[in-house]
């Protein structure tokens, strides 16, 4: 009788399954009233090719949309900071819209003048998911684009950040860093080709008075975009490292570079030899191009955000007439009187004037239910508004507010996270090891050759030239940063991967991560109820807001129909009378029985002042997710807002001792994380919600987890999909074989080197030794990588498909 | 051997054209979206108001 019914009808617009009744519009089925309208709107436009070209390609309509959302739109100010493009008659707005995901969102987007003529065109960006849309301000305004985007599902994504368009830009692997590796790539093929009369020995043949000589002059010149503009970033970050006195790997490959290019200067003047120019610019070419593999970046994904994104943009005030306008949330003064409307996050403190407020603090204390507030009292910024609007007197400015002061202090501020990286570490000893070799060869061949113990250093400095480090580390780093992303998750740099590998304690937050954030296990207990009872329970249920009737009406699947007499007593449950009869669900004390324990997860049925039973609400954990936390071969510790109902239930789930803190205030969670940190562990947090922004922060790698990376989630050092978190073992088993991947394939590189080090500290180190092992070496090191990384794939991931059959 | 110079410097020019072409569209944002222009291509026009489905 609880069990919900689910239909296997397939919703026209977003092909979503249809819960219950579907919606039926022009004989298609629809999920909910919102993909029935969105395909109203294209319909009448003639745009329904946009389920043409990607099947059931739309985008859900949120479920109550908000009529006023995009009201600031209307201040001139606010709308200035969107507009990128005016001439008289015609501006261009340009809106973040996370929603875009296929051909099929650039389609409809860029056919937007067939919805309204005040729209001229538009243009889709896709790798920022960013519209521009040109437009006549007579025709139309920005707010009701703003409002036309949010009807066919797309709406504009805006922050308090004013940069964030110009951030999401930045991450864009950069157009002058494409063009450098051009250039680099150009002069190393053409300084190559030139080369070819040295590699032959043809150089002291002279034909009609002309040497190879000017092959090698034509090669210099080559060589000097590519020294002075490709590979002027290693001698820049190298100044700032000595300037630091901090010595990274690109110290060394600076002074090799300007050994090499002042060594080949030396020899064409002086007509001794061709130089190793073809070796230097391959060499530069080569560390650009993993460089630019390995800082991929995803530039829809935000993973620097802080609690300003979380604010509305603008806020409502009223003036004494009760007139509404729209003002910059900066601007909201003391005495002010604001609206919020529901699912407004509050930006200040105040005080409560007028509406019913129920607030959610899950944002700052972590707690899941949301509380009341009596007119008079005061209402902290950070709280989410969940029902009808309200009205507040502002008592203090919007950056003094209790919720900004939390985010300024100083434990949240993302420090710089201290880790000297592998790479790092081995380049120090590298190139120790290497100035070594080059002195020691200088002082064996100085008493009796001159010439060639400076041939011989120069040489070494040359061959035994750190790059083949930075390309080993940056392309195993870009191969399975791909690997991560194709699996879920993504990482913020390379950097992020070798902290994995060394983690040795995980802390995971409980509501939404270990298990679903909505979904919840209903049990009855208690005496059966008729059917027609029930049917009002479920009405009863599905006219309150609080998450533990939503529940409840979700579980009894039936029509609910609106109910006349029935009364909402703030925290503690929902009475109703009904065909002469009293209903009553909510606490134990509430339906009148004062012998149970007040347990916030059970709600209590009585009918006619008889106590029926009661519903058991319990978050479920994430499938597979008891596997993962069996096969972490680390200390694991469960950190929750909630209080410790769900204890005897992880318990008995999760058969392993973990530690469990619940009551858990943000705060807390960094402090506890802190705790760790202090007693020498590294750990790894996996979080999902903004209380959990600290201890993400504060970790030394910080996952958040979402549903989908169109979702927002706080800062941290990964994003990953919620369904790959019972993986999480492998990600950190594949981070550590990928760590022992750049040992490998650096060993290879130093046999390389050893072999070029033979040559170079005997003297004998000719072009052509040179311009065979510099290629050879990376070919190898780059077909290794490529061949280890798709064996981590293998054997490190397996799907979620698979655990079914091994586990359970 | 003068014809070795001739087809060096013609040679350096045509790459370098290219080399040029590059630069251009790298820096007036051609190589930004890979995906956009390649999806539009293959949309329809729908100058004319197609038939209800």
Redesign the interface.
Known sequence: MLNKTIETTKCFHCGDFCMGLPVVFDEKAFCCKGCSSVYQIL?KS?L??YYN?HDASGVKLPESPDQQKFGFLDNEKIAASYIVFSKPNQLAVKFYLPQIHC?SC??LL??LQKVNDGIYFS?????TKEATIYFNPAAITIRAIAELLASIGYEPYITLDDGQQSKRQEK?VS?TA??KI??AG?CFA?IMM?SFPEYLGLETIT??G?TAN??RY?NLLLALPVLLYSGSEFFINSWYSVKQQRLNIDAPIALALAVTFSRSVYEIISGTGGGYLDSMSGIIFFMLLGRSFQTKTFADLSFNRDYKSYFPVAVCLLDKNGLESYIPVQEVQVDDTIRIRSNEVIPVDGMHLLGKAEIDYSFVTGENEPTSVAIGDLVYAGGKQLNGSIDLLVVKPFSQSNFTRLWNNEAFKKTDKNVYSFTTVISNYFSLAVLTVAFSSFAYWYPTNMANAWQAMTAVLIVACPCALLITATFTEGFVLNIFSKHGLFLKNAQVLQTIATVDQVVFDKTGTLTYPHASSVEYIGDEIENDHLQIIASMAAQSLHPLSKAIANKISSAPRLLEHIKEVAGSGIEAWENETHYKLGSASFVGNVSAEPIASEVWVSIDNKVYGKFIIQNILRAHVDRLIHELPYPVAVLSGDNNNAENYLKQQLQRPISYHFNQSPQAKLAYIESLQLSGKEVMMVGDGLNDAGALSKSNVGIAVVDNTIQFSPASDAIMLSDQLPLLDQYIKAAIWSKNLIKTTFVISTLYNVIGLYFSVTAQMSPLVAAILMPSSTFTIVISTMLGAALIEKFCFKHIADLKNTHQ | MIVIVFLLIISLLVATGFLIAFIWGSKTGQFDDHFTPANKILFDQTNQPTENK
């Open positions: 319909n003639n329904c090719e070209i051909s650039i389609w860029e056919n243009s889709v960006h896709f790798p864009m157009r494409m063009v051009g250039i150009f053409n030139l034909v009609d002309l000017l092959f034509v």
